[in-house]
């Protein structure tokens, strides 16, 4: 069993304290496309995709607050990655879900905020993200 998909995800704005200056924030967005391909080994009802993935995006960043100036900036990424899940198919359309994914970049992004000293935000080496769900098979 084999399992192909594309995906697009957007993560809503994210408002981050700068560490140096605490009269300003960073505000962060996050678009990002991924395709990914799975080898499912099944036992009985359970099947366990096991995946790759190769994801790309941008985030867009801009200072808040004690700013003299502050336009948005967006910055690409690329980054690869795998998963691995549980999937219990209880009917023929519903099936349960649990799921570890890692994703490590490829490009890495760090901001600052013109005027104002240090590093407001930096990507990190690896995310991790852990997500139950609900497959519906139509």
């Known amino acids: 069993w084999w399992r192909a998909g594309l995906g ?6 994210r408002v ?9 924030d960073g505000r962060f967005d996050v678009l990002t496309a991924e395709v990914l391909g799975c080898g499912v080994p ?10 790759g993935r190769l994801a790309g995006g941008g985030m867009r960043a801009a200072g808040e607050g004690d700013v003299t100036q502050s336009e948005p900036a967006w910055g690409g990424w690329w980054g690869v990655g795998g998963s691995a ?6 009917t023929e359309r519903w099936a349960p879900t649990l799921s570890l994914e890692a994703l ?8 600052s905020v013109g005027g104002v ?7 990190g080496a690896v995310a991790l993200r852990a997500w139950a769900g609900l497959e519906i098979h139509l």
């Not at 981050?16 to 300003?24: K, N």
């Not at 899940?85 to 209880?90: D, E, L, S």
């Not at 490590?104 to 901001?111: Q, V």
């Open 8 to 13: 697009v995800q957007a993560a809503p704005r």
């Open 16 to 24: 981050r304290p700068h560490p140096e200056d605490s009269e300003v």
């Open 42 to 51: 099944r036992a009985g009802p359970v099947a366990f995709p096991i995946c």
């Open 85 to 90: 899940a549980a999937v219990w198919h209880v």
């Open 104 to 111: 490590a970049p490829l490009r890495d992004r760090s901001y």
């Open 117 to 123: 000293p240090g590093v407001l935000h930096q990507t």
